[in-house]
Nanobody, 125 residues
Framework: QVQLQESGGGSVQTGGSLRLSCAASGYTGRRYCLAWFRQAPGKEREGVASINSDSSTAYGDSVKGRFTISHDNTTSTLYLQLNSLKPEDTAMYYC???????????????????WGQGTQVTVSS
């Protein structure tokens, strides 16, 4: 069974940076879709970024140009580099995965089968 665990969240000021990590285990297949979502209190879970097994990436409009998703196959770790952080980036950040690669760029929550428990990012002004 695929298991995901996020880390790297914290509190930063506007304009700061963080790098989130998601350690993955339990998946041995070739094709996959990995993603980061975020959710603030009272809001829907929002797609942030995705990367598939072909290393194709996609980003939500609100984070384009500021965040970068990457995956290290050697360590089975998903990363999200968050730069130029804004208060509106404050949320619980979750990593997600599914064992196929098609449509990964859609960043649809229902398209992912496995989820981590989240790591909190707080950006203050």
């Amino acid at each position: 069974q695929v298991q995901l665990q996020e880390s790297g969240g914290g509190s930063v000021q506007t304009g700061g940076s963080l790098r989130l990590s998601c350690a993955a285990s339990g998946y041995t297949g070739r094709r996959y879709c990995l993603a980061w979502f975020r959710q603030a209190p009272g809001k829907e879970r929002e797609g942030v970024a995705s990367i598939n097994s072909d290393s194709s990436t996609a980003y939500g409009d609100s984070v384009k140009g500021r965040f970068t998703i990457s995956h290290d196959n050697t360590t089975s770790t998903l990363y999200l580099q968050l730069n130029s952080l804004k208060p509106e980036d404050t949320a619980m950040y979750y990593c997600a995965a599914r064992m196929s690669s098609g449509g990964c760029h859609y960043l649809v929550r229902a398209g992912f089968d496995f989820w981590g428990q989240g790591t909190q990012v707080t950006v203050s002004s």
